[in-house]
Nanobody
Framework: QVQITESGGDLAQTGASLRLSCVVSGIIFSNYAVGWFRQTPGREREFVAGISANGAVPYYAVAVEGRFTISKDNAKEMSFLQMSRLRPEDTAVYFC????????????????WGQGTQVTVSS
């Protein structure tokens, strides 16, 4: 059984930093790329950042480039999203997804998802 659990979401002020974590079990994690997405009420889930299965190739949505950093620790079966210089528009539920084949920026590209963690940024 595959399980993905996100944590680290919190209430933060504009300009602050947060670090989200994603723990994965039930798959050979080193074979899976990881993506972080976010969603606000009434809107579709949107791509934030992704990283290749070996953790060597990160890529980002334009909205977070230069502020967020994604990483992947295959030994610990975890992924992290370091978020800096947070803005109110970063407020959302953040989801971690795992994808068996390559990287991707679409929700349908991903095989497994966690339940999400809430990030709220106050102005």
């Amino acid at each position: 059984q595959v399980q993905i659990t996100e944590s680290g979401g919190d209430l933060a002020q504009t300009g602050a930093s947060l670090r989200l974590s994603c723990v994965v079990s039930g798959i050979i994690f080193s074979n899976y790329a990881v993506g972080w997405f976010r969603q606000t009420p009434g809107r579709e889930r949107e791509f934030v950042a992704g990283i290749s299965a070996n953790g060597a190739v990160p890529y980002y949505a334009v909205a977070v480039e230069g502020r967020f950093t994604i990483s992947k620790d295959n030994a610990k079966e975890m992924s992290f999203l370091q978020m800096s210089r947070l803005r109110p528009e970063d407020t959302a539920v953040y989801f971690c997804g795992a994808r068996r084949r390559g990287t991707g920026e679409r929700v349908r590209d991903y095989d497994y998802w966690g339940q999400g963690t809430q990030v709220t940024v106050s102005s």
